[in-house]
Every structure is written in C-alpha cells, then in structure tokens.
C-alpha cells in the first residue's frame, strides 16, 4: 500500500516492560512525526524528524521515551519501563515537507494501541 | 507554547442543515491550520487547510475561514449527510520548519438524518 504504515496495530504490555512502535512512512516523504492520542483528546505532539535527525523533540514527556530514524524512513518509537498512564493510541504521520518550504498534508497512520496492564 | 481552542465539543445537526466549528489560536506565528475528520477506530484525514496569507477556502460542501488578527479560523460544513458524521479536529503549526501540528480537543459531530 502506498500510506503510512503502523505495527503492531494493537500492542498489550505489562507495567515495567519495554516496547517498540514501528512506523513506515509514505515513501519519499522527509518529514515524520509521531503523536499519542488519548480517548477523547486530540493527537498529541511527541516528536519530530527530518530526515535522520530529530527536528524538534519537545513533546516527549520524560526520558522514557525515545525515537530513532536511522535511515531517513522507518522510525521506531521505543518506550522503557511502560507505566500504565502510557497507554495510548500512537499515531504516526508524514510529509513531504522539508526545512524551509511551506507547510504540506500530513498523512496519518491507522495507530498501534497501547494498553500497558 | 501553541494553545488551540475548540467549540463546541458536541454538535447535532439536522441532516442537509449546516454546522459550524470554531478554533482559537495563540501563537501569532502559526501560518499554518488544517481540519482533520477521524472515523471512529480510523486514522485523522485531512479534510481542508488554508495558509495564512488566504482568509477563506472553500472545496465543494466544506469551507474554512481565517481571522489571523482575532487568532481563529472555522469550519463550515453544508447541507450536511450522514457520512458526515465524525470527529473533528482543527490544529495549528508555523511550518517553514517548524511543523509540527497543535490539535484542539475535537468536535463529535452527529448528523441526524
């Protein structure tokens, strides 16, 4: 398929455990970004890549938390010592955009649930 | 920090009548607001954007007017149908590298058919 691609769609971890979060982005796209949404609430910026390197990663809420982008496409978004309060719907979304240009369509991934137990 | 604002948070409108959401901003550097429909279980998908050099967009039934001095943008969605009926979500960003999105809070709309 040519969108944004997230596994597991459905993740269900014991407090305490680590987990990771993948995200392939639509090929050819610089820009990706990862958001929690929460029930009832809207996405919550978390991070955000250009390329390789994190642009801007102020919306991660504690070291905890971390995403990598290696190779300038997928990303993984790994999560240490889960807590109960980290259970979420993780969405991730790309774009064309790149440092500089104007703002283009971000697409959204379907999500992986967290449910930390 | 981006603060966005959104009302109502809960809509019901008749079918083929017109609804209206509303957001406010507070960092006057956002250029930046797309509107984002989300189906229950389903990914956001973006619906309309408009920049902030444009103060009114209009694509066929849905239509988004910005005020960049009172700091809010809306959107107006005519002779509304059942498949309408969805979350809402505006959002703001500055772009030009900074894009990462701030969302408001959402809008369950219900169109009663």
């Known amino acids: 398929g040519a969108g944004v691609s997230q596994t597991p769609s459905n993740k269900v971890t014991e407090k305490g455990k680590y987990v990771e979060l993948r995200c392939d982005p639509i090929?050819?796209?610089?820009?990706l970004y990862w958001y929690r949404q929460s029930l009832g609430q809207g996405p919550e910026f978390l991070i955000y890549f250009q390329g390789t390197g994190a642009a801007d990663d102020s919306g991660l809420p504690n070291d905890r938390f971390f995403a990598v982008r290696p190779e300038g496409s997928v990303s993984t978004l790994k999560i240490q010592r889960t807590e109960r309060g980290d259970s979420a719907v993780y969405l991730c979304?790309?774009?064309?955009?790149?440092?500089?240009?104007?703002?283009?369509?971000?697409?959204f991934g379907q999500g992986t649930r967290l449910t930390v137990v | 920090g981006e603060n966005v604002e959104q009302h109502p948070s809960t809509l019901s409108v008749q079918e083929g009548d017109s609804a209206v959401i509303k957001c406010t901003y507070s960092?006057?550097?956002?250029?930046?607001f797309p509107w984002y429909k989300q189906e229950l279980g389903k990914r956001p998908q973006l619906i309309i954007d408009i920049r902030s050099n444009v103060g009114e967009k209009k694509d066929q039934r849905i239509a988004v007017t910005l005020n960049k001095t009172a700091k809010h943008f809306s959107l107006h969605i005519t002779e509304t149908q059942p498949e309408d009926s969805a979350v809402y979500f505006c959002a703001a960003s500055r772009g030009f590298g900074n894009e990462k999105l701030t969302f408001g809070t959402g809008t369950r709309l219900t169109i009663i058919p």
């Open positions: 090929s050819g796209h610089t820009a």
């Open positions: 979304a790309s774009s064309p955009s790149s440092t500089g240009s104007p703002p283009t369509e971000a697409f």
């Open positions: 960092d006057s550097a956002s250029n930046y």
